[in-house]
């Protein structure tokens, strides 16, 4: 065998082994999978893997985004909300050629009128490939409380990352991951340093994922998946108000970057008496953290509709406002993402003039990013 064919042959043998250990080092017994008389499928909970996209771990239930201590102290319609796991993620690593769920639904409202079942009470799969997160499946949800199906079938290429989203508008009691009887299992390897600190994103329906297919399509996903960071996702569905009970949460928080984006739900006046003793009341405990403070999107509607103009216009204002007061109070690691660029220019990235479809999630992404990009390279 010539030189070349030998170092080939290492490489090679490096390259399994690298693979190899990715699974042994954090390998979860077969024994821990529940089965099924005549059924060879194994059934894993995810928990067994590491949930992310949870800010605290004292929760009433396993997939909730919320303290439990915080019943009673925000608003019911905020605890509600706050039982839905949107945001919430798994990562794994398996060899399995297929890759089945079965998920339990806390609510039997599977769709709403405006958002599909699929980014409503659906799962949804992606695989690192070449270093990157390729959408690879999705778990259909067809009925409540529980669904089972495969999310992917007929892979190649032996162990691979995975990383599954849960539903955006349900709550789940629990979720599963099956897999045929002889495949591994192990948790993804921990994130490098530096890339361990997630992004909290607290705002309104839209962060929450309305109206996503899937809930890897909401654009807090999507950036999560292009940084490669975690993500906490706190949107509350009509109920992102910036209210002191919440943001006293917040401040509980470590994160790399708060992305606070209100607007939606807030009225000017609320705006302009709110923002100041939140930012506050975050500083008082992260006096270095970056915090973004974002517009609302432009109504898709609103070059035609001069009520929904003035109503981003007064909303801005009074952010902007509050905004310049707090930098020339003396108060660091402000920034602040424009509105108007978020959305397109072509009225085709809503559902309903507020709500993204995947195209709006995707501009909304790509508005963020260099925002985030910046703040977390502690740009001005």
Not at 281 to 295: G, K
Request: charged fraction near 20%.
């Amino acid at each position: 065998m010539n030189r070349r064919l030998i170092l080939a042959a290492i490489l090679a043998s490096l390259i399994c082994s690298s693979a190899s250990a990715a699974i042994a080092d954090d390998a979860i017994d077969p024994s821990l999978a529940t089965t099924a008389p005549g059924d060879p499928t194994r059934w894993f909970d995810i928990r067994l893997l590491g949930v992310e996209g949870q800010g605290w771990s004292d929760t009433k239930a396993p997939f909730d985004r919320l303290p439990a201590r915080a019943e009673g102290v925000v608003r019911d319609a905020v605890w509600g909300l706050s039982r839905h796991s949107a945001g919430l993620c798994v990562r794994f690593v398996t060899d399995s050629p297929e890759i089945q769920a079965r998920w339990t639904l806390t609510s039997d409202r599977l769709a709403m009128p405006h958002m599909p079942a699929t980014g409503v009470s659906g799962l949804d799969l992606y695989a690192k490939l070449d270093g990157r997160w390729h959408w690879l499946g999705y778990g259909r949800p067809e009925q409540a409380p529980t669904n089972t199906g495969t999310l992917a079938s007929g892979l190649e290429g032996g162990p691979r990352e995975y990383l599954l989203y849960l539903p955006l508008y349900n709550g789940v009691s629990s979720v599963e991951i099956g897999l045929p009887e002889g495949a591994s299992l192990s948790k993804a390897p921990a994130r490098p340093e530096g890339k361990d600190r997630p992004i909290v994103f607290y705002g309104t329906s839209i962060t929450q994922g309305g109206c996503a297919s899937r809930p890897g399509m909401v654009h807090t996903a999507i950036l999560g998946r292009r940084l490669g960071l975690p993500v906490i996702n706190l949107g509350f569905s009509g109920n992102g108000r910036m209210e002191a009970e919440v943001a006293e949460l917040l401040a509980e928080l470590d994160p790399a970057v708060f992305v606070v984006d209100c607007l939606p739900n807030m009225s000017a006046a609320e705006v302009e008496d709110r923002v100041e003793p939140l930012v506050r009341i975050i500083r008082a405990s992260r006096p270095t953290t970056p915090i973004i403070l974002a517009e609302d999107r432009s109504y898709s509607n609103a070059p035609l509709v001069s009520s929904l103009r003035n109503r981003n216009a007064t909303s801005r204002a009074a952010l902007r406002a509050a905004f310049d007061h707090l930098v020339a109070e003396g108060v660091t690691g402000l920034h602040y993402l424009p509105g108007d660029p978020q959305l397109g220019d072509d009225g085709d990235g809503t559902v309903d003039g507020s709500h993204p479809t995947d195209l709006g999630f995707v501009r909304m992404a790509d508005a963020f990013e260099p925002v985030l990009r910046a703040a977390l390279a502690g740009q001005p």
